[in-house]
Every structure is written in C-alpha cells, then in structure tokens.
C-alpha cells in the first residue's frame, strides 16, 4: 500500500476559541502544516487535501478553489511544498478575515468531514483507470463540542465506513464522545492530547502510518468508546431514552409526536403487561 501513495484528507478546526491560546495559536497551525509536508515528503505518490472549519463556515486550504499562483521554486525546497504553505496561508487569512460577526457555536467539523468523502470519491471517480483511492481523513480538533451535529456526524461515519475511509481524529484539550465513536466505527485512530506543544509530535509518531503499516506499531491502547446517543430534542447525549418504534429516532423523555417522522404516539394508553399469556 506504501508504494501507491495514499490521499490524506485533513480537516483543521480553526474556531475563533483557538485565538484564546495566546501564541500557542501559531503553534497550533505549524504543526498542521509541517505534518502537511512531512505527508507529501514521504512518498513521491502521496496527495493532499486541507479543509478547515470554523464556526461560520468550511474551506478547502488546499487545493484552493481561487486563483493560482505561479509555480515558481523560491527557496530550494520542492515547488509542490511552497505551493501547500502559500495556498493554506491566503485562505485561512481571508477566512479568519472575512467575520461576519454571527453567533459563536461550535465548529462545521461535520460539514468539513463530509467535503473532504465528496473529494475522496470525486478522486476516484475522475481517475481514468477507476482505481480505488487509498485515503484517510484526519480531524485536528480543538474547540468543544455540544452534540448538535449528531446525525451529521454519523452520516458521515456511515458513508466513511462503507467506503473504507478511516477517519482519524486528534483533539486538542477535551474529549469528544462523537469524534471517538467515528474513529472507531470507521478503523480510525482517536488520540486526544492536553497541550498544544504537544501537537506536532503526537501527529507524526500517531497519525503518520498508514492504516494498515499501524497495525504493526506499538500504539496506545485504544479507550472505552462512549456509544451514548444524542437526543434528537435537545442534542444532549443521553444514557437512557425513548425511541421512536417507527424512524428509531432517540428522544430523552417521552413526546406525544415524533417531529422526525411525525408519528403520534399514544402515551395515555395503559402500558401493557409483559409475560402474561392469554389462553
Ligand atoms: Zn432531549
Ligand atoms: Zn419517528
């Protein structure tokens, strides 16, 4: 598999949450890039894709969508990797600029996850000799999460799974029960480190194998996953609730309708006794 190369789909979280790390922010988006590099570097027949998020909305760093740049090499390095820096740079700096000044809630990490299986696919589907796409997605992740992106979320691990793209996913201060559930439904690795310094390092010793060269590393251990669902009402995840018998949709107290698939329930009905069999 190292031979062919493989197609790393990275999606940056860039939350305006991140400008709370004082200079840690710089830090932070180093560490994206070199491993950006370092990805490319290591195998002539590697590609990439950066995709960022943020609360407002989500970008492609690279391949830019905009103009292009000449191709010119400046400072002895490989053109491919000046190119990678400078597109990344004009478009996370038009994106943090560009503020319209809206509500702060949580990332599109969802949305990011899910252009980044749309490129996967479009990869594959515009190669001439319609050969399969060896890639993974890797989510940098440091903002805090509430939940209500659930079923985006496990859209995407659904379609991710039934394409065989693992989703790694790295976070950077809390835990995220979602993003675990992802990495481990869809063959991914799930690390989450407390400091920002530790970033760089934690990317290239966890994150830089493929899937299958990982298999003979000494990784850590994987945790516990958190399955818990998140109700559909309030996006909370919930350890007990009730489920609509008709869509599976999770609530967590009892609704007179279903405002997924707006079947009433009728809760004023005696509940029926289990076990007794009529003769
Ligand atoms: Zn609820
Ligand atoms: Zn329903």
Redesign the pocket.
């Known amino acids: 598999m190292g031979s062919e190369g493989c197609l790393l789909v990275m999606v940056i979280d860039i939350h305006p949450q991140l400008a709370e790390a004082d200079q840690h922010a710089h830090t932070y988006l180093d560490a994206c890039i070199s491993f950006a590099n370092i990805h490319l570097a290591s195998n002539v027949r590697n590609t990439l894709a950066v995709i960022a998020a943020n609360h407002q909305e989500t970008r492609f760093l690279y391949p830019s969508t905009t103009e292009e740049q000449d191709k010119r090499q400046k400072d002895g390095r490989l053109e491919l990797l000046g190119l990678v820096d400078d597109s990344i740079e004009r478009e996370l700096r038009s994106m943090v600029v560009d503020k319209h000044h809206g509500e702060q809630t949580e990332s599109l990490i969802s949305g990011a996850i899910g252009r980044g299986l749309l490129y996967i696919k479009r990869q594959e589907t515009e190669d001439i000799l319609s050969k399969r796409v060896h890639a993974r997605i890797l989510v940098v992740k440091i903002s805090s999460d509430t939940g209500g992106q659930y079923l985006n979320y496990i859209n995407n691990y659904l379609s991710a799974q039934k394409i065989g793209t693992a989703i790694d996913v790295c976070l950077v201060g809390s835990d995220c029960g979602l993003l675990q559930q992802g990495a481990d439904i869809t063959g991914g690795c799930y690390h989450c480190i407390h400091e920002i310094t530790e970033l760089l390092q934690t990317l290239i010793m966890m994150y830089q194998a493929d899937v299958a060269t990982r298999k003979k590393l000494n990784t850590p251990a994987p945790e516990a996953v958190d399955y818990r669902a998140a109700?559909f009402?309030?996006r909370?995840l919930v350890d007990m609730g009730n489920v609509c018998s008709n869509c599976l949709s999770v609530?967590?107290?009892a609704v007179p309708l279903c405002t997924t698939c707006n079947v009433i329930f009728q809760t004023d009905r005696p509940l029926m006794k289990i076990g007794k069999k009529k003769k």
Request: include cysteine; aromatic fraction near 14%.
């Open positions: 109700c009402c309030h909370s609530y967590c107290k």
